[in-house]
């Protein structure tokens, strides 16, 4: 049985940084896309960032890119998202997530087949 688990989130003020974790377990991930989204109160579920497991190339929304970085732990069997300078507006309930791999990154929620349960992320300005 697939089990992700995010940990890390919490309050921050803007412009400090936060690192979520992801534990991941139930089968080899080798083969699959990690990605993590985020959600805000009355908003879509948005994509973040993505990783490639077994080469470690990765993805990232516009919004995050250069503050954001995804990474993993092959060791850990855990995929890392280091937040940096940090907003009000990237407040959300914060999501990890696992695709089987394809050609190119998946964004969109609905196309991942396995999800944690979520960390809140909380920016104050």
């Known amino acids: 049985q697939v089990q992700l688990v995010e940990s890390g989130g919490g309050l921050v003020q803007a412009g400090g940084s936060l690192r979520l974790s992801c534990a991941a377990s139930g089968r080899t991930f080798s083969s699959y896309h990690m990605g993590w989204f985020r959600q805000a109160p009355g908003k879509e579920r948005e994509f973040v960032a993505a990783i490639r497991w077994s080469v470690g190339n990765t993805y990232y929304a516009d919004s995050v890119k250069g503050r954001f970085t995804i990474s993993r732990d092959n060791a850990k069997n855990t995929v890392y998202l280091q937040m940096n300078s940090l907003k009000p507006e990237d407040t959300a309930v914060y999501y990890c997530?696992?695709?089987?791999?394809?050609?190119?990154?998946?964004?969109?929620?609905?196309?991942?087949?396995?999800w944690g349960q979520g960390t809140q992320v909380t920016v104050s300005s």
């Open positions: 997530a696992a695709v089987r791999a394809a050609m190119a990154f998946r964004v969109v929620a609905d196309e991942y087949d396995y």
